[in-house]
């Protein structure tokens, strides 16, 4: 069955950075693009970027196009997504997702990891 | 940049009841919508998308409408597990940003 499993919970300073892992089971990681999303406390969804797993291409939100770097390992089965610059409005549960085939949505998500920035 | 506004915040109801929410996009994007359900310590669920295609294993009580700039997320009958936020997302062009929820809650 298809999984995405993610690394755990961080704490961080301000103007540090993190690097969140997902771990792809059950299926071809190179097949599906990978997203990112966040949610700060009592924020939206938010969007952060994409990548297709299969030629590592990329797509990031404005918001966070100087900040963000996701990236893809094939051989281990694992996105990666690195936010620099840390700050408290960075406080957020980051969820990755595999994008359904065919496009358009996100049918598997990893469980979520809670980054707390803090001094 | 395609701002999606999602209305009412907050809806009230009891279960059993009807529920409609709204999602408007600030430009067209075809059919090119997604539906989902979020709770709180849980990774969010895709429910509709394609604008009316409902995802696998979902029930028949959600069904979703609309086109070009205005949708609907309907729940016919609401059972207790339903419950819980819902975000629409456009998937017509980069980026691909959230609408800002519709908190169901319980009256």
């Known amino acids: 069955q298809v999984q995405l499993v993610q690394s755990g919970a961080e704490v961080k300073k301000p103007g540090a950075s993190v690097k969140v892992s997902c771990k792809a089971s059950?299926?071809?990681?190179?097949?599906?693009?990978i997203h990112w999303v966040r949610q700060a406390p009592g924020q939206r969804l938010e969007w952060m970027g994409w990548?297709?797993?299969?030629?590592?291409?990329?797509k990031y939100s404005q918001k966070f196009q100087d900040r963000v770097t996701i990236t893809g390992d094939s051989s281990a089965s694992t996105g990666y997504m690195e936010l620099s610059r840390l700050t408290s409005e960075d406080t957020a549960i980051y969820y990755c997702?595999?994008?359904?085939?065919?496009?358009?949505?996100?049918?598997?998500w990893g469980q979520g990891t809670l980054v707390t920035v803090s001094s | 940049e395609i701002v999606l506004t999602q209305s009412p915040a907050t809806l009230s109801l009891s279960p059993g009841e009807r529920a409609t929410l709204s999602c408007r996009t600030s430009?067209?994007?075809?059919?090119?919508l997604t539906w989902y359900q979020h709770k709180p310590g849980q990774a969010p669920r895709l429910l509709i998308y394609?604008?009316?295609n409902r995802a696998a294993g979902i029930p028949a009580r959600f069904s979703g409408s609309g086109s070009g700039t205005d949708f609907t997320l309907t729940i016919s009958s609401l059972e207790p597990e339903d419950f819980a936020v819902y975000y629409c997302?456009?998937?017509?062009?980069?980026?691909?940003?959230f609408g800002g929820g519709t908190k169901v809650e319980i009256k």
């Open positions: 394609d604008a009316s």
């Open positions: 430009q067209s994007v075809g059919s090119q």
């Open positions: 990548i297709n797993a299969g030629n590592g291409n990329t």
């Open positions: 997702a595999r994008e359904a085939p065919g496009g358009r949505r996100e049918d598997y």
């Open positions: 059950g299926y071809t990681f190179t097949s599906y693009s």
């Open positions: 997302q456009q998937r017509y062009n980069w980026p691909i940003p």
